[in-house]
């Protein structure tokens, strides 16, 4: 593992194996930073930023491809390599993870027919794919960056890591769920997503299930069964995790204590937030709090 700290950012690399590596870096909000890799074009390129922005020069800085704060990119080239010329705003959190195709496609042997660019027709074709990440992958990303670990355990606790946000990324469940053909028809669709909208807009005062099958015009009964056909989930039940997830990330920030976290979801007692996210992750709000600052 190679680690440079100064004033002005910490930039680390670590091998987890031969063509997979990993690279994070936190630049702080004084200045502009980044760093460059040689890669061949026998692997695929993942770019997360958590915050800021980076961007992905070619050609001299003829060409830039973006990173936005809380979106990933994934490159993949066969016909051509793509070296990281990476330059990243102040104040920017970034990982990149690099790793052979050969070894990738080991991953996912028994389930490449769900991963479009692995399958033999499109194996010479190029992927350029650009996305929101889930609060789920912040947290891994806040893990990874801070990557509090003792260094016996360093290697097994980074790839692990690694390996949580690749099942994130490519879990098609979300997906899949929006497409489901059970639903009557697109506009029921239309106002079953406009619903999980509202509700996630709302989330410290959340309007009751009248006042939103009122607000999408939609009745009850049909905005339950719907909710629960496209997201697998109750109205409630969803946004219960979705509240988790964000209290997760928000004290993975290590910017709020228990009580604002709680606040900020609209938890009117610190006791009814600590009894949620202890019945969601097994470990009160607190502790876990620790576990990322220690």
Not at 40 to 66: M, P, W
Request: aromatic share 12%; glycine share 6%; with cysteine.
């Amino acid at each position: 593992m190679e680690s440079k700290n100064n004033a002005k950012r910490t930039f680390w690399e670590y091998a987890l194996e031969p063509g997979f590596e990993l690279y994070c870096l936190q630049q702080d909000a004084q200045s502009k930073g980044g760093f460059q890799r040689a890669v061949n074009q026998e692997v695929i390129q993942f770019h997360f930023c958590l915050k800021g922005r980076g961007d992905l020069q070619y050609n001299g800085g003829a060409y830039t491809f973006s990173v936005y704060e809380n979106h990933v990119v994934l490159l993949y080239n066969p016909q051509k390599s793509l070296p990281i010329d990476l330059v990243v705003a102040p104040d920017t959190w970034m990982l990149s993870v690099v790793i052979s195709i050969k070894k990738f496609h080991s991953l996912f042997s028994n389930d490449a027919g769900q991963i479009s660019f692995l399958s033999p027709e499109n194996s010479t074709q190029k992927f350029y794919d650009d996305r929101v990440f889930s609060p789920a992958t912040a947290v891994v990303l806040s893990q990874l960056l801070q990557c509090k670990v003792d260094d016996s355990v360093r290697a097994l606790y980074l790839k692990a890591k690694v390996y949580e946000l690749f099942s994130l990324y490519f879990d098609t469940t979300a997906a899949d769920l929006e497409q489901c053909p059970f639903l009557e028809n697109e506009d029921q669709v239309r106002r079953i997503r406009q619903a999980k909208t509202l509700l996630l807009e709302h989330m410290a005062e959340p309007p009751t299930l009248q006042e939103l099958s009122h607000k999408v015009g939609i009745n009850i009964k049909k905005l339950k069964e719907g909710f629960k056909q496209l997201y697998g989930q109750t109205v409630y039940g969803f946004l219960l995790d979705h509240k988790m997830d964000e209290a997760q990330r928000l004290l993975a920030t290590q910017k709020y204590n228990v009580n604002e976290v709680g606040l900020h979801l609209g938890y009117s007692t610190s006791s009814h937030f600590i009894a949620a996210f202890k019945k969601k992750f097994g470990t009160t709000p607190k502790k876990y709090l620790m576990s990322v600052s220690s």
